[in-house]
């Protein structure tokens, strides 16, 4: 119990009865003088010092006399009174000066909380437009690659990259409209060809048969990649050829390249060897596209934009060829 007083102890009573006393005090006197203003207002008027203190001798008496009579009640309640009354004054002076100021800091504070948040929407304005043009850097990189590569618009290029066990989709660029739009942003990384692609880091896929033959396309892909057909057959691209290569930087795999095309000739001229040669030469910008994808938080812009995941969501599960 004791060890809660004295200079190390914890009890804060002495101290809040302090404030509650110094708080309380100019009150107090204001109310004291107006107890000992009206008791003196009612005796003055048929008291006679003059004669009491005739009639009184001896120290004390007068002493006391002096001390106790209608007319010292009045002068000590009047400035008990005065006393008080100066003493609240100042102090609510004090509170209203506090209180204003506390109104100032406050309309300041919410001044500054508006500075932030507009200095955070201007930021975020400009990631997004930063990373519109980095995509449009991405699509033109691509558009170049699909020239120089003279792919038609039977197939398509997309880069994906790697973020927490999961594959996003950084950008993609084909000819045909259709090809090039994006339905889906993520993808699993443990399925398909980009996943064989990043394990491996290059992956083929010259078997597949051609969609015209629908039923071995079917089948193939079911026995090949464990597609169900209501996915199959929900694709937009019926892609049949694939080459996939992984994005490395620094000897560790943060990406992957996908080209694909509808068409089982799509490898003739000896194109695996030039898409090879050509991703090797241009593996440190592959690399930077990726890095500063990563940087931007791509997931994150995904969501504030509200793109949502189409009906073909589920389908490339593994071929990343399509969605």
Same mark, same amino acid.
């Given at each position: 119990?004791?060890?809660?007083?004295?200079?190390?102890?914890?009890?804060? !009573?002495?101290?809040?009865l302090g404030?509650?006393?110094?708080?309380?005090?100019?009150?107090?006197c204001?109310?004291?003088g107006?107890i000992?203003? $009206?008791?003196g207002g009612a005796?003055?008027?048929?008291y006679? !010092?003059?004669?009491?203190?005739?009639? $009184?001798?001896?120290f004390?008496?007068?002493?006391?006399?002096?001390?106790?009579?209608p007319?010292?009640?009045l002068?000590?309640g009047?400035?008990l009174? %005065? !006393?008080?009354?100066?003493? $609240?004054?100042?102090?609510?002076d004090?509170?209203n000066k506090k209180?204003?100021?506390?109104v100032?800091?406050?309309?300041?504070l919410?001044?500054t909380?508006s500075?932030?948040n507009?200095a955070?929407?201007e930021?975020?304005?400009?990631?997004?437009?930063?990373?519109s043009?980095?995509?449009?850097?991405?699509? $033109?990189?691509?558009?170049g690659m699909? &020239?120089?590569?003279?792919?038609d618009s039977n197939?398509?290029i997309?880069?994906?990259?790697?973020?927490?066990e999961e594959?996003?989709l %950084?950008?993609?660029?084909s &000819?045909? +409209?259709?090809?090039?739009k994006?339905h889906?942003?993520?993808? +699993?990384?443990?399925q398909g060809v980009?996943?064989?692609?990043?394990?491996?880091?290059?992956?083929?896929?010259?078997?597949? +048969?051609?969609s015209?033959t629908y039923?071995?396309?079917?089948d193939?892909?079911?026995?090949?990649?464990?597609?169900?057909?209501?996915k199959i057959?929900?694709?937009?691209m019926?892609s049949?050829?694939?080459?996939?290569?992984a994005?490395?930087?620094?000897?560790?795999?943060?990406?992957v390249i996908?080209?694909?095309?509808?068409?089982?000739?799509?490898?003739?001229?000896?194109l695996c060897?030039k898409i090879?040669?050509?991703?090797?030469?241009?593996?440190?910008q592959?690399s930077?596209?990726?890095r500063?994808s990563?940087s931007?938080d791509?997931e994150v812009?995904?969501k504030?934009?509200?793109k949502?995941?189409s009906?073909?969501?589920?389908?490339l599960?593994?071929?990343?060829?399509?969605?």
């Open positions: 119990m004791f060890s809660k007083f004295g200079f190390s102890g914890s009890s804060s !009573f002495f101290k809040n404030d509650g006393i110094g708080k309380g005090l100019f009150i107090l204001a109310a004291s107006t000992l203003l $009206t008791v005796y003055a008027g048929s006679s !010092f003059d004669t009491n203190w005739n009639a $009184t001798s001896n004390w008496p007068c002493a006391w006399l002096i001390l106790y009579n007319n010292s009640a002068i000590g009047g400035l009174f %005065l !006393f008080g009354a100066i003493g $609240t004054y100042k102090d609510q004090r509170q209180m204003n100021q506390l100032t800091e406050n309309e300041e919410n001044n909380k500075e932030l507009s955070q929407e930021l975020q304005d400009s990631k997004s437009r930063i990373i043009l980095h995509g449009e850097l991405v699509q $033109t990189w691509l558009k699909s &020239k120089m590569l003279q792919l197939s398509r997309t880069i994906y990259y790697e973020h927490d594959f996003y %950084l950008e993609r660029f &000819k045909n +409209p259709t090809y090039a994006i889906r942003q993520k993808f +699993p990384l443990n980009i996943s064989k692609a990043w394990q491996h880091e290059q992956f083929i896929e010259d078997k597949c +048969p051609h015209s039923q071995d396309y079917v193939y892909l079911r026995s090949s990649y464990g597609y169900e057909s209501e057959s929900s694709l937009t019926h049949c050829r694939y080459y996939a290569r994005i490395i930087d620094a000897d560790i795999h943060i990406g996908v080209f694909e095309s509808t068409e089982i000739n799509f490898f003739d001229n000896d060897a090879g040669q050509y991703c090797s030469e241009h593996q440190g592959l930077k596209f990726v500063d990563l931007f791509k812009n995904i504030k934009k509200g949502g995941i009906v073909e969501d589920d389908i599960q593994t071929m990343e060829a399509d969605v």
